[in-house]
Protein backbone atom coordinates (compact mmCIF):
# COMPACT_ATOMS: atom_id res chain seq x y z
CA UNK A 1 0.00 0.00 0.00
CA UNK A 2 1.35 3.54 -1.23
CA UNK A 3 1.67 5.73 1.61
CA UNK A 4 2.91 9.58 1.21
CA UNK A 5 3.03 11.01 4.90
CA UNK A 6 3.72 14.78 5.24
CA UNK A 7 5.11 16.33 8.11
CA UNK A 8 6.62 19.62 9.55
CA UNK A 9 3.90 22.02 9.10
CA UNK A 10 3.10 24.79 11.22
CA UNK A 11 2.81 28.51 12.12
CA UNK A 12 5.48 30.75 11.52
CA UNK A 13 6.34 34.26 11.28
CA UNK A 14 7.30 36.19 7.63
CA UNK A 15 10.98 35.22 7.13
CA UNK A 16 10.99 32.63 9.00
CA UNK A 17 12.30 28.84 7.50
CA UNK A 18 10.30 25.71 7.89
CA UNK A 19 11.39 22.08 6.86
CA UNK A 20 9.04 19.99 5.72
CA UNK A 21 9.53 15.59 5.70
CA UNK A 22 7.87 13.63 3.30
CA UNK A 23 8.16 9.83 4.51
CA UNK A 24 7.08 7.18 1.57
CA UNK A 25 6.29 3.62 1.83
CA UNK A 26 4.52 0.87 -0.61
CA UNK A 27 6.20 1.51 -3.78
CA UNK A 28 10.38 1.49 -4.65
CA UNK A 29 11.01 5.01 -3.65
CA UNK A 30 14.81 5.38 -5.70
CA UNK A 31 12.84 4.43 -8.56
CA UNK A 32 10.29 7.17 -8.96
CA UNK A 33 10.09 11.07 -8.82
CA UNK A 34 9.17 13.04 -5.90
CA UNK A 35 7.69 16.52 -6.08
CA UNK A 36 5.96 19.35 -3.67
CA UNK A 37 2.42 21.09 -4.46
CA UNK A 38 0.30 23.72 -2.37
CA UNK A 39 -3.27 24.54 -1.97
CA UNK A 40 -3.90 28.27 -0.48
CA UNK A 41 -6.96 28.15 1.26
CA UNK A 42 -9.82 29.01 -1.95
CA UNK A 43 -7.38 28.50 -4.43
CA UNK A 44 -6.44 25.68 -6.48
CA UNK A 45 -3.59 23.25 -5.85
CA UNK A 46 -0.17 24.73 -7.39
CA UNK A 47 3.05 23.12 -8.48
CA UNK A 48 6.10 24.23 -5.79
CA UNK A 49 9.02 21.80 -6.52
CA UNK A 50 9.61 18.74 -9.28
CA UNK A 51 12.62 16.36 -9.37
CA UNK A 52 12.58 14.25 -12.57
CA UNK A 53 14.73 12.33 -14.02
CA UNK A 54 17.70 14.91 -14.74
CA UNK A 55 16.27 17.84 -13.50
CA UNK A 56 14.82 19.67 -10.89
CA UNK A 57 12.28 22.26 -11.51
CA UNK A 58 11.01 24.92 -8.87
CA UNK A 59 7.65 27.32 -9.45
CA UNK A 60 9.42 30.88 -9.98
CA UNK A 61 7.01 32.20 -6.50
CA UNK A 62 9.55 29.90 -4.82
CA UNK A 63 12.81 29.48 -6.37
CA UNK A 64 15.54 30.41 -4.57
CA UNK A 65 13.94 30.23 -1.49
CA UNK A 66 12.76 26.53 -1.62
CA UNK A 67 15.39 23.39 -1.69
CA UNK A 68 13.81 20.16 -2.68
CA UNK A 69 16.51 17.17 -1.08
CA UNK A 70 15.73 13.74 -0.14
CA UNK A 71 17.61 10.56 1.71
CA UNK A 72 17.40 7.19 0.19
CA UNK A 73 18.19 5.14 3.08
CA UNK A 74 15.35 6.61 4.94
CA UNK A 75 12.84 7.16 1.89
CA UNK A 76 12.36 10.63 3.00
CA UNK A 77 11.81 13.78 0.56
CA UNK A 78 12.57 17.18 2.50
CA UNK A 79 11.56 20.86 1.28
CA UNK A 80 13.50 23.59 2.76
CA UNK A 81 12.16 26.73 3.05
CA UNK A 82 13.70 29.67 3.88
CA UNK A 83 12.20 33.38 3.44
CA UNK A 84 8.80 32.35 4.06
CA UNK A 85 6.28 35.06 3.17
CA UNK A 86 2.59 35.26 3.96
CA UNK A 87 1.78 34.05 0.70
CA UNK A 88 3.49 31.04 1.25
CA UNK A 89 0.47 29.55 3.56
CA UNK A 90 -1.10 26.82 2.52
CA UNK A 91 -1.22 23.07 2.67
CA UNK A 92 1.51 21.25 1.45
CA UNK A 93 1.38 18.24 -0.34
CA UNK A 94 4.30 15.36 -0.92
CA UNK A 95 4.09 13.36 -4.39
CA UNK A 96 5.47 10.65 -6.32
CA UNK A 97 5.36 9.67 -9.66
CA UNK A 98 7.33 7.55 -12.57
CA UNK A 99 7.11 10.06 -15.18
CA UNK A 100 6.74 13.47 -13.84
CA UNK A 101 7.46 16.65 -16.38
CA UNK A 102 9.09 19.72 -15.00
CA UNK A 103 5.70 22.05 -15.20
CA UNK A 104 4.48 19.06 -12.15
CA UNK A 105 2.89 16.22 -14.50
CA UNK A 106 2.43 12.99 -14.14
CA UNK A 107 2.25 12.31 -10.41
CA UNK A 108 0.45 9.66 -9.50
CA UNK A 109 0.49 8.98 -5.39
CA UNK A 110 -0.41 12.06 -3.26
CA UNK A 111 -0.26 12.57 0.67
CA UNK A 112 -2.66 14.18 2.26
CA UNK A 113 -1.17 17.13 3.72
CA UNK A 114 0.81 19.23 5.96
CA UNK A 115 -0.41 22.85 6.75
CA UNK A 116 1.97 26.01 6.74
CA UNK A 117 0.75 29.39 7.76
CA UNK A 118 2.61 32.34 7.70
CA UNK A 119 1.79 35.33 9.65
CA UNK A 120 2.95 38.83 8.97
Known amino acids: QVQLVESGGGLVQAGDSLRLSCAAS????????MGWFRQAPGKEREFVVS??????SYADSVKGRFTISKDNSKNTVYLQMNGLKPEDTAVYYC???????????????WGKGTLVTVSS
Open 95 to 109: AAGRRVTSAGGGFDY
Open 26 to 33: GFPFTLYS
Open 51 to 56: WGSGFI
